[in-house]
């Protein structure tokens, strides 16, 4: 049984910085590509930022410079370190990470967490 868990989020200014977490735990071989989506009220899921195995990331062009995705292999534990916040960054955070398992790879998703930026 393999399962992600978040952390971090919550209520913050504009131009305010949050840090949110993803921990991986189960039965896990290795971990390939991990990232951060967005889903905003009445809108669909949006790529954040992804980061391989050996840390190339990548980023929507809306937070490009704003926010930096890392990762520790050891720990199966994701980051998102979100600086410079607007309000139009609010949604909720949701972690992937692409797992192998002793049968195979699959994507698997966090629980989401909230961030709110307030005006």
């Known amino acids: 049984q393999v399962q992600l868990v978040e952390s971090g989020g919550g209520l913050v200014q504009a131009g305010g910085s949050l840090g949110l977490s993803c921990a991986a735990s189960g039965n896990i071989f290795s971990i390939t590509t991990m990232g951060w989506y967005r889903q905003a009220p009445g809108k669909q899921r949006e790529l954040v930022a992804t980061i391989t195995r050996g840390s190339t990331a990548n980023y929507a062009d809306s937070v490009k410079g704003r926010f930096t995705i890392s990762r520790d292999n050891v720990k199966n534990t994701q980051y998102l370190q979100m600086n410079s916040l607007k309000p139009e960054d609010t949604a909720v955070y949701y972690c992937?990470?692409?797992?192998?398992?002793?049968?195979?790879?699959?994507?698997?998703w966090g629980q989401g967490t909230q961030v709110t930026v307030s005006s």
């Open positions: 992937q990470a692409f797992i192998v398992t002793s049968g195979a790879t699959r994507g698997y």
